[in-house]
């Protein structure tokens, strides 16, 4: 039996050079049977590179990609069927209808009569794209284009997932949808590997992430070990009752805090400031501002989001 | 004053920056400056009043009115469609420029680049005058008015058809249609009825008259076919048609260029399954359209069947309509085969009716055949498929072959005809069986080359342009050598040329006037089939290439 922490997808040491330009420098991640992994990186950062070395439209220059143990670039027609890929553009077709769309990928893929026809209704229900079998697939909305794209990449039963923006352009329902059909996957045991630019929602599904610019890998772990190594400080909010009592509470703030920069609103009446304290040290700030006379409404930790860690590791990027 | 108008501005300065564009001005220019070299006369002295620069003359005219019909209709036919599905006509539309500027920006533009196009042939032209026996006002001066109404007239109808296509390859493809309907069928009439008189008689005249054909021969002085029709009108009538086509189709166009007009609910599909109609639409249709397709059966290319799915015209019903078309057409051309094989001879008619043939197939073959690959690279369904493992053989099985069955349906609709030939003089067999194989080669050339552009080419536009250009070039362009035999082309030169071209065997083989001198078959089948077998090479080599990792 398969041990699902054994890895499904992997890459080991994955370069990839057009001439001088390196557009991907020894990538080596992993992710596991039932995972999301979360891609991220800006415009021209090897997302898609790396992606095409995976699905077998592009071979490394050195380095190794495997799927289920199978090497990507060496026996690229198993590949094909062990992954289901969705890039960013649809790839419709004119005047085709969405059940004869899946139904000529289901003959490519070799399904057969009542076989394809059930596959198709079986992948109609799963994206919840059964009452649009009849449209034309030029005349759907993005949103719709997007699942029926996700049934279609379902169509030969694949591993892995390999989806490209799947949230690109999609309204906030849209998405709310999508969300749940991927989490649905990973629930019945797909892999997934998920590329957008929209973080927060990424950040909801994804189990693990990788952090990519300028073709090499910042970060790469559990969702929440990839935050903490990259926003160590956290950040802590203080709402007071009373507008006069902020500079007062500013500067019982700056004993504790020293140097720490604490950003203030008097229209939200509230301070804001990072910090690495314990739980023991923001316990006693609390308690110095309320024995000071001050009324606090509120005293809370505001969580670090992946836009946070993201901006921090393109930043470092930048400086280095 | 135009040159203040931004849409001109931006379309003539962006056209004239373009390589395409160089390209074409570099071409005329060649050609003309060729055909003018090959024709000067080697002698010392030559005599003012003979023929010697009308023998320039009349091939470089013929040779210019092509190129004006090959390459103006090109630019305005992807003009509007283009800016509609990038989404930049609405932008224009809702700023303050008036939708007569839009038009008159576009059609002026276009203009302007035929009128560049035209002047690079003017040394050319010259030269003829500097032999003498050519003068300005009867001859070169008429030529450049007709070759630029010409232009005027292809832009106007380029842009009509543009505004209402959904896709640049099918505004190509129905702009060049409208073209060769107005250069060609328009003579249909007079041929058809012959010289009529009265109301009728004048009406057929002004139809004839939208083709540039009685102007060429008026001008040049040529007496072919129009005469023999009975064809009375000339350059000024030409001009006249010219004005009254170009004015009624800007009028509609202008007309069309409202953002209310344009915003067209995209067809959502629609499926209706146990209806009372659905009898009604089988007795109608024979295939009920509304009805839910069953899925690709396993003994079928899937690419093949998708091919014909995807097509506007290739659902079955569409293409059960379009079978009967052919057959009105084919028995339309078979009782014209039999009055006509009886009173003028099978010469007089064959020729007609094998040029009528490979129209049909240069017309729709390119336009299927250079939408093959390039359309799905252009949708991103190429992407799709490389992702999948179905192998590049049988891609290319299924595209080449869903092409080819259309046009050999289209081919054997119109072939009853030539059955009526047989029956009438049974002796014409054998000479009938090779020009049913020298159109099944061109056929295949037809489908060949255009999916060998269409492997080559990003956008579909592009792919469907270069087929036609190429295709035009072997089918009419050696069809202008055979005009200008006897001199500079000797007849072996003509006959090595004309072998390119089937449709020239096929019109040698029925001893059409003018190529009863030349033995074209079976040479021209095995060349025919050369140049099938190696754009089918490239072509695999090229889908191969396109399947494997980058």
Redesign the interface.
């Known amino acids: 039996m398969t041990n699902t922490s054994d890895p499904v997808v992997q890459t080991q040491n994955l370069t990839k050079r057009y001439g001088e330009f390196c557009a991907l420098d020894d990538l080596t991640i992993h992710v596991s049977r039932g995972e999301i992994l979360g891609f991220i990186g800006p415009n021209g950062a090897g997302k898609t590179t790396t992606i095409k070395i995976l699905v077998g439209l592009s071979r490394p220059t050195s380095g190794t990609a495997s799927i289920t143990g199978v090497n990507c670039s060496e026996n690229a027609s198993k590949i094909k069927r062990l992954v289901g890929y969705m890039p960013d553009k649809f790839g419709s077709y004119d005047n085709m209808r969405v059940r004869e769309y899946l139904d000529f990928f289901g003959a490519i893929f070799g399904l057969n009569g009542k076989a394809r026809q059930k596959r198709i209704d079986e992948v109609m229900e799963i994206t919840d794209a059964t009452y649009m079998q009849d449209k034309f697939v030029e005349s759907l909305s993005h949103g719709m284009q997007q699942r029926v794209g996700i049934a279609r990449t379902l169509l030969h039963d694949p591993e892995v997932l390999i989806l490209d923006e799947p949230a690109n352009g999609l309204d906030p329902k849209a998405r709310i949808e999508m969300r749940e059909i991927l989490l649905r996957l990973a629930a019945e045991g797909k892999t997934l590997i998920v590329t957008s630019h929209i973080l927060p929602e990424l950040a909801r599904i994804c189990d693990t992430v990788a952090i990519i610019t300028g073709g090499r890998l910042r970060a790469f772990g559990q969702l929440d070990e990839v935050m903490r190594d990259l926003c160590p400080l956290r950040n802590y909010e203080v709402q007071l009752v009373e507008i006069d009592d902020m500079e007062k509470a500013n500067q019982l703030l700056q004993q504790p805090l020293g140097d720490t920069q604490i950003s203030v609103s008097k229209q939200e009446r509230t301070l804001r400031f990072p910090t690495a304290d314990t739980e023991q040290a923001l316990a006693g700030i609390l308690q110095s501002l309320v024995s000071n006379g001050i009324q606090v409404a509120q005293f809370r930790e505001v969580a670090s989001d992946l836009e946070d860690a993201f901006l921090s590791v393109a930043s470092g990027a930048k400086s280095s | 004053m135009f040159w203040h108008n931004p849409i001109f501005r931006r379309e003539l300065l962006g056209r004239l920056r373009s390589w395409k564009t160089l390209a074409a001005i570099l071409a005329v220019a060649i050609a003309s400056s060729v055909l003018v070299l090959l024709r000067w006369p080697t002698d010392g002295t030559i005599a003012i009043v003979s023929q010697g620069a009308m023998l320039v003359f009349r091939p470089l005219a013929f040779a210019l009115t092509l190129a004006v019909m090959m390459l103006v209709p090109a630019f305005p036919a992807t003009s509007l469609v283009a800016e509609r599905r990038k989404g930049t006509l609405g932008l224009l539309l809702n700023s303050p420029t008036t939708p007569l500027q839009i038009y008159l920006g576009k059609l002026l533009s276009n203009v302007s680049l035929s009128l560049i196009l035209i002047s690079v042939s003017v040394p050319a032209l010259c030269a003829c005058l500097a032999m003498g026996g050519v003068s300005l006002i009867d001859h070169v001066g008429p030529l450049l008015i007709v070759l630029l109404a010409m232009a005027i007239q292809y832009s106007a109808v380029g842009l009509w058809i543009s505004l209402r296509s959904s896709?640049s390859d099918a505004s190509l493809r129905w702009t060049y249609a409208a073209v060769l309907a107005l250069a060609v069928l328009s003579m249909g009439p007079l041929v058809l009825a012959g010289n009529l008189s009265g109301v009728v008689g004048f009406i057929a005249q002004w139809i004839t008259a939208l083709s540039p054909m009685s102007a060429l021969q008026q001008i040049t002085g040529v007496q072919g076919a129009a005469s023999t029709i009975g064809m009375s009108t000339g350059w000024i009538e030409f001009l006249g048609a010219t004005v009254l086509i170009t004015a009624g189709l800007g009028v509609v166009t202008v007309r069309k260029l409202d953002p209310i007009l344009l915003d067209r609910a995209?067809?959502?599909?629609?499926?209706q399954t146990g209806s009372n109609q659905s009898g009604f639409r089988k007795i109608a249709y024979l295939v009920d359209p509304n009805k839910?397709?069953s899925?690709?059966p396993?003994w079928l290319n899937?690419?093949m069947?998708?091919e014909f799915?995807?097509?506007?015209f290739?659902?079955l019903h569409w293409l059960i309509r379009l079978v009967s078309l052919c057959a009105i057409i084919s028995l339309m051309l078979t009782a014209l085969a039999a009055t006509g094989t009886v009173s003028w001879g099978v010469e007089r008619i064959a020729g007609p009716l094998v040029l009528m043939q490979v129209a049909l197939l240069l017309l729709v073959g390119p336009s299927l055949g250079a939408n093959l690959i390039a359309a799905e690279v252009e949708?991103?369904?190429?992407?799709?498929?490389?992702?999948?493992?179905?192998s590049a053989n049988r891609i290319l099985v299924g595209k080449v072959m869903s092409v080819f069955w259309t046009m050999l349906l289209i081919l054997l609709a119109t072939l009853p005809g030539y059955a009526v030939m047989s029956y009438i003089q049974p002796a014409l067999g054998g000479q009938v069986s090779n020009v049913i194989v020298s159109l099944l080669v061109a056929v295949c050339m037809v489908v060949c080359i255009s999916s060998c552009v269409s492997a080559f080419s990003k956008s579909t536009s592009a792919a469907t342009a270069t087929s036609y250009g190429i295709l035009l070039i072997i089918f009419a362009g050696s069809l202008l050598v055979w005009l200008a035999r006897g001199k500079p082309f000797g007849p072996v030169l003509v006959e090595r040329i004309l072998m390119f071209n089937p449709a020239a065997a096929a019109l040698s083989e029925m001893k059409t006037p003018g190529f009863e001198q030349y033995s074209l078959t079976p040479a021209s089948w095995w060349v025919g089939c050369s140049i099938c077998l190696l754009s089918i090479a490239i072509l695999s080599l090229r889908v191969w290439r396109m399947t494997r990792?980058?």
Not at chain 2, 266 to 271: D, H, I
Not at chain 2, 379 to 390: A, C, H
């Open positions: 896709s995209r067809p959502t599909g629609k499926v839910r397709k899925g690709i396993i899937p690419v069947v998708k799915r995807t097509r506007k290739g659902r949708s991103g369904g190429w992407q799709i498929l490389r992702v999948t493992p179905i990792p980058d």
